[in-house]
């Protein structure tokens, strides 16, 4: 069955634009979690969701948002770009929230120039 | 808060030594145990778990067992093959949504 994709792959944008990420997780599974990878910070929890509802987010700006369809699908936004957003953005699929494991997809690398 | 301290790298090995990377975590409660790899230009994948102590988590070669007495994860390989060269993350997760993860270490195999 298929993994988790992520769209775009890639994706350059100016200060102060704003940007929309895609994922659609593995079939069936319901919670979806968004995470930034940097070369300084790491591997960084966004936030999470499930059946549409936010249900627990790390310790980023209101810049950063996100939400879920009926489908679970995500969908993440960043407004008012800075140039420490440049990062890869990495969604991860569970099957139920609760459950540890997590599938990720392959990211979207982020330029903001 | 919870938090994963994993080996500093970067790691290079010649193929087929053996191949041991750090991983120690501080955690409330009972959290499940991960590694996952990260090749060029990819997310990541799950390469073992383990979700409670003494399991021992195994896949392609790769061991690593929950030891709580010590708080560690430690990943371990037999014989290491160019095709392993990749960064291993070390996790830990109470919860789906919120993981932690240590800094990454970059292994490099030469032949």
């Known amino acids: 069955k298929a993994g988790v994709t992520q769209t775009p792959r890639y994706l350059i944008k100016t200060r102060g634009q704003q940007v929309t990420l895609s994922c659609s997780p593995i079939?069936?599974?319901?919670?979806v979690s968004w995470y930034q990878q940097t070369p300084g910070q790491g591997l960084q929890f966004l936030f999470e969701y499930f059946s549409e509802t936010q249900r627990n987010k790390g310790n980023f700006p209101g810049r950063f948002s996100g939400r879920q369809f009926s489908n679970s699908r995500s969908e993440m936004n960043v407004s008012t770009l800075e140039l420490g957003d440049s990062a890869l953005y990495l969604c991860?699929?569970?099957?139920?929230?609760?459950?540890?494991?997590?599938?990720f997809g392959q990211g979207t690398r982020l330029t903001v120039v | 808060g919870d938090s994963v301290t994993q080996m500093e790298g970067p790691v290079t090995l010649s193929e087929e030594a053996f191949l041991t990377i750090n991983c120690t975590y501080t955690?409330?409660?009972?959290?499940?145990l991960f590694w996952y790899v990260q090749y060029p230009g990819e997310g990541l994948q799950l390469l073992l778990k383990?979700?409670?102590?003494?399991d021992k988590g195994s896949n392609k070669g790769f061991e690593a067992t929950y030891r709580k007495e010590t708080t560690s994860f430690h990943l371990e390989k037999g014989s290491v093959q160019v095709s392993d060269s990749a960064v291993y993350f070390c996790a830990l997760s109470q919860t789906s949504g919120d993981m932690r993860f240590g800094a990454g270490t970059r292994l490099t195999v030469k032949p």
């Open positions: 991860a699929s569970s099957f139920l929230q609760g459950d540890t494991e997590a599938f």
């Open positions: 955690a409330t409660g009972y959290p499940s």
């Open positions: 383990a979700t409670k102590a003494d």
């Open positions: 079939s069936g599974h319901r919670s």
